[in-house]
């Protein structure tokens, strides 16, 4: 391989390695999952609402917001709690005052199911 050839491959193995090396930082320091997620659905009982009906039942939109600094806030309406969070895998766990409540991460939303009812919140 001649000279220039050679720094061409160099310099585009070392940018796919960089590459590389910030998504795995990314990965683990779960950048793909931090932001805003809202509420979109609640199942229970082969029942599904969504939309507007599912404000009017929340009383407002609900969000859950992953910072950066493992601190979450809540909202609901016009209530705002703050928690922390954690991810294990594909699980995210948010605590207060030591109740943890268990997220999966399912193709970009995180999905909350408990005592037969499913909540499924959508990255805005």
Not at 11 to 25: C, N, P, R
Not at 40 to 61: A, F, H, I, P
């Amino acid at each position: 391989i001649d000279l220039k050839r050679r720094n061409i491959m160099k310099k585009l193995l070392v940018g796919i390695t960089s590459i590389m090396l910030v998504l795995t930082v990314c990965m683990f320091a779960g950048c793909g999952v931090k932001g805003t997620y809202e509420l979109t659905s609640v199942s229970y009982d082969n029942v599904t609402v969504e939309g507007e009906e599912l404000e009017e039942m929340m009383d407002g939109k609900m969000t859950i917001e992953l910072k950066g600094n493992d601190k979450a806030v809540i909202t609901t309406g016009d209530e705002t709690e703050e928690c922390t969070w954690t991810q294990e895998d594909d699980v995210i766990k948010l605590e207060q005052d030591g109740v943890t409540i268990e997220l999966k991460l399912v193709d970009g939303t995180l999905v909350m199911e408990m005592m037969g009812s499913k909540m499924v919140f959508e990255k805005k």
